[in-house]
C-alpha cells in the first residue's frame, strides 16, 4: 500500500470508487445492525473472511462446471 502522503486527494475528482464498493458496504452495515455485534472489528473480520470463503468456493464451482 502507497504511503498516504505520497497519494493526497485533492479534490472528488480524485476518488475512484470501484462499483461494488457500495453494495458490499450496504450489506455489510446491514449485518453489523442486525447483529449488534460487541466487538465490530472481531464480526468484521469474520464477515469478510465468510464473504472470501464463499468467492472461493463459488471460484472453485465454476471451475468444476467449465470441465
Keep these: 500500500m502507497a504511503d ?3 497519494q493526497r486527494i485533492y479534490c472528488a475528482e480524485q476518488i475512484v470508487v470501484p462499483p461494488e464498493l457500495p ?8 449485518e453489523v445492525i442486525r447483529n449488534k455485534p460487541g466487538d465490530v472489528v ?3 473480520a469474520k464477515y469478510f473472511r465468510s464473504l472470501l470463503e464463499k468467492r472461493a468456493k463459488e471460484h472453485e464451482f465454476s471451475e468444476i462446471v467449465k470441465q
Design 23 to 30: 453494495v458490499i458496504l450496504k450489506h455489510y452495515a446491514k
Design 42 to 44: 472481531d464480526f468484521s
Design 4 to 6: 498516504v502522503r505520497e
